[in-house]
T-cell receptor, first 111, second 114 residues
């Protein structure tokens, strides 16, 4: 069964710290993996998309890595800011073109 | 035990046809949404329903018509399909209580218009 797990479920850190969010998946034959951000009361914002042939993607202070063999992806946020506070979702697309969503990590950056 | 489900998973059709995508949630939520994910993977909200009433209707062609027969269902009907309608459509639901109103997403329906 294809599953996506995100750990931790919640994280609270002081402003300025670098942090890592984790996403693991059960079947390494993925098509791609995406990271999204969800702000309270709002929809999703796409952050990064990593194709199965790629090992990482970077956008500003965000860096996402992919290790298919171990079934893991990490989202690294550098120099965190209060505006980074949100729920971060990982979603994996397998060859059946369906997204399986992780439960998310709720991130709070304390000023 | 799927929380938010969509049918069909894939839909391939010709230009000009009319098609529907169904969404059901078993979470007891009051609010449901439809999103479109374009080729750049950006999600854009299309509609939002709260207790069967339309509360968000973004600028989408009127060929798109949402229908909510009850609180647990929000279907998307598309008339006169065009090539640009090809995308992945996501349904979502949330408790609808404001504030930290987390949305739960379905797996998506991949629509291809030929």
């Amino acid at each position: 069964k294809q599953e996506v797990t995100q750990i931790p479920a919640a994280l609270s850190v002081p402003e300025g710290e670098n942090l890592v969010l984790n996403c693991s998946f059960t079947d390494s034959a993925i098509y791609n993996l995406q990271w999204f951000r969800q702000d309270p009361g709002k929809g999703l914002t796409s952050l990064l998309l990593i194709q199965s042939s790629q090992r990482e993607q970077t956008s500003g202070r965000l860096n996402a890595s992919l290790d298919k063999s171990s079934g893991r992806s990490t989202l690294y946020i550098a120099a965190s800011q209060p505006g980074d506070s949100a729920t971060y979702l990982c979603a994996v697309e397998w060859s059946n073109y369906q997204l399986i969503w992780g439960a998310g990590t709720k991130l709070i950056i304390k000023p | 035990d799927t929380a938010v489900s969509q049918t069909p998973k894939y839909l391939v059709t010709q230009m000009g046809n009319d098609k529907s995508i169904k969404c059901e949630q078993n979470l007891g939520h009051d609010t449901m949404y439809w999103y479109k994910q374009d080729s750049k993977k950006f999600l854009k909200i299309m509609f939002s329903y709260n207790n069967k009433e339309l509360i968000i209707n973004e600028t989408v062609p009127n060929r798109f018509s949402p229908k909510s027969p009850d609180k647990a269902h929000l279907n998307l009907h598309i008339n006169s399909l065009e090539l640009g309608d090809s995308a992945v459509y996501f349904c979502a639901s949330s408790p609808g209580q404001g504030g930290d109103d987390t949305q739960y997403f379905g797996p998506g329906t991949r629509l291809t218009v030929l």
